[in-house]
């Protein structure tokens, strides 16, 4: 009987020892828990503003790429030489404009969804190849005037355009940060 003692000691002793354990083990993945919370919260507030920046960034380069805000761009900066600019000219300026504002955002994508980044892609790619397409659709004789109007009411006659798209889902991807 005393050994059934000794054993049931043994075991209640063992038992307690490892309730002990699991509660200070349970307590210690609630305070990694915790912390990781906190963390990730301090971080957040750290990387909103830079965040909402970004998007504020690439909602700016979709704009200044619409064919519209470039050609305005274009004839406001030097509307008596914009006369005689030739389509060539016109459509290099404004597939620089294009390449330049995107290699100035191109950083931005590391704050986006990678959805969205491809669709700021898209619509540099559709975009260019608008301006292309509606160059080559033109008279060899056509001059800027001529192709700036056939560009602006081509893309208003477009509906929905990609640019549209992109800003949509930018806007509301940009939502989920407030």
Same mark, same amino acid.
């Given at each position: 009987?005393?050994?059934?003692?000794?054993?049931?000691?043994?075991?209640?002793?063992?038992?307690?020892?490892?309730?002990?354990?699991?509660?200070?083990?349970?307590?210690?993945?609630?305070?990694?828990?915790?912390?990781?919370?906190?963390?990730?919260?301090?971080?957040?507030?750290?990387?909103?503003?830079?965040?909402?920046?970004?998007?504020?960034?690439?909602?700016?380069?979709?704009?200044?790429?619409?064919?519209?805000?470039?050609?305005?761009?274009?004839?406001?900066?030097?509307?008596?030489?914009?006369?005689?600019?030739?389509?060539?000219? %016109?459509?290099?300026?404004?597939?620089?404009?294009?390449?330049?504002?995107?290699?100035?955002?191109?950083?931005?994508?590391?704050?986006?969804?990678?959805?969205?980044?491809?669709?700021?892609?898209? %619509?540099?790619?559709?975009?260019?190849?608008?301006?292309?397409?509606?160059?080559?659709?033109?008279?060899?004789?056509?001059?800027?005037?001529?192709?700036?109007?056939?560009?602006?009411?081509?893309?208003?006659?477009?509906?929905?355009?990609?640019?549209?798209?992109?800003?949509?889902?930018?806007?509301?991807?940009?939502?989920?940060?407030?």
């Amino acid at each position: 009987m005393t050994n059934e003692i000794l054993i049931l000691i043994i075991a209640i002793i063992a038992a307690l020892i490892f309730g002990f354990w699991l509660i200070q083990h349970s307590q210690f993945r609630n305070e990694e828990r915790k912390r990781q919370w906190e963390l990730r919260r301090e971080s957040q507030k750290a990387t909103s503003p830079i965040r909402l920046r970004a998007y504020e960034r690439l909602a700016l380069l979709l704009e200044r790429t619409k064919p519209e805000h470039m050609l305005l761009e274009l004839q406001q900066n030097d509307p008596a030489s914009f006369a005689s600019w030739s389509v060539p000219q %016109v459509q290099q300026y404004l597939l620089q404009t294009i390449r330049a504002e995107f290699d100035h955002n191109q950083s931005q994508q590391v704050y986006v969804s990678e959805e969205v980044w491809d669709m700021i892609i898209n %619509v540099r790619d559709q975009t260019a190849a608008f301006i292309i397409s509606i160059a080559g659709q033109l008279p060899a004789d056509a001059n800027a005037q001529t192709y700036a109007a056939a560009l602006i009411s081509a893309y208003a006659s477009n509906g929905t355009t990609p640019t549209d798209k992109a800003l949509e889902e930018l806007k509301n991807e940009a939502k989920t940060l407030m």
